[in-house]
């Protein structure tokens, strides 16, 4: 006897019966249908999990044609039709949309929201962020393709009044040390944390002095660990007693 052919599964939604009527996809209603029946299908609870959304959700559940033909192949795009009143946030998705960094005011929201993410009630709180922060919050990429992967290049964007002192981040800008300009105005402001007045004072400069106030990368990498060569440095003119430097400490 021959066998008896297992009955197909029911399909209950058009989309899944095969390629859908002319025009359905221009209804509204359809693509929210669509889209809230994706989500269950995909087993999503809440308005966070839609964030794991990927184009590849679409083409393995009959919406490759919808995502292309009406949401410029964006699931974001998508998302904000069918619940234009929930606050999405693009960068927490697997990918942001093309050019979206490009607008100021996208990267100034993304600031925002990060510190906000991250506790920070006011602007001395920044030196605490790290690239690490960036990356683990959906903004790697900002940071590396805008900001060339540079912390302090963000902040200074973001908060441009603000008077923001490099050595005070975890890390210093690639290369902020190679200029003697920077150099300089770190001693220069070392100094006064120090209640440096004239030359003299720098006599009494020690190592521990620099570690404490963020300069331990500058002092080893540029001055070799000598305080003579930090003198030398901050005014190449004055003729700096070695003598005297000694009597305050050893380098």
């Known amino acids: 006897m021959p066998k008896k052919k297992t009955p197909s599964p029911k399909r209950s939604q058009p989309w899944e019966r095969g390629k859908v009527a002319a025009g359905f996809w221009n209804d509204?209603?359809?693509?929210?249908?669509?889209?809230?029946?994706?989500?269950?299908?995909l087993g999503y609870d809440s308005m966070s999990d839609w964030y794991r959304l990927k184009k590849q959700d679409f083409h393995a559940h009959y919406g490759g044609g919808l995502l292309a033909n009406y949401y410029r192949d964006s699931?974001?795009?998508?998302?904000?039709?069918?619940?234009?009143?929930?606050?999405?946030?693009?960068?927490?998705?697997?990918?942001?949309?093309?050019?979206?960094w490009q607008d100021p005011q996208n990267r100034a929201d993304y600031m925002e929201w990060l510190g906000k993410k991250l506790g920070y009630k006011k602007d001395s709180d920044w030196y605490k962020i790290s690239r690490?922060?960036?990356?683990?919050?959906?903004?790697?990429?900002?940071?590396?393709?805008?900001?060339?992967?540079?912390?302090?290049?963000?902040?200074r964007e973001f908060r441009p009044k603000q008077e923001w002192l490099p050595w005070m981040f975890k890390t210093v800008p690639q290369g902020y040390w190679k200029s003697e300009d920077n150099r300089r105005i770190y001693l220069k402001w070392l100094g006064k944390q120090l209640g440096f007045r004239k030359n003299e004072d720098w006599y009494r400069i020690t190592k521990d002095?620099?570690?404490?106030?963020?300069?331990?990368?500058?002092?080893?990498?540029?001055?070799?660990?000598?305080?003579?060569?930090?003198?030398?440095?901050?005014?190449?003119?004055?003729?700096?007693?070695?003598?005297?430097?000694?009597?305050?400490?050893?380098?």
């Open 28 to 41: 509204l209603e359809n693509r929210r249908k669509y889209v809230r029946w994706l989500g269950r299908t």
């Open 132 to 155: 690490a922060d960036f990356h683990t919050n959906g903004g790697g990429g900002l940071l590396a393709n805008y900001f060339g992967d540079s912390v302090f290049t963000a902040l």
């Open 209 to 251: 002095d620099i570690t404490r106030h963020n300069g331990e990368g500058l002092f080893i990498m540029y001055y070799r660990g000598s305080r003579m060569e930090v003198l030398k440095d901050l005014k190449p003119e004055f003729k700096w007693d070695a003598v005297k430097l000694r009597r305050f400490g050893r380098d």
């Open 75 to 100: 699931p974001q795009l998508a998302l904000s039709e069918v619940f234009p009143k929930y606050p999405w946030r693009q960068w927490l998705f697997h990918s942001t949309p093309q050019r979206f």
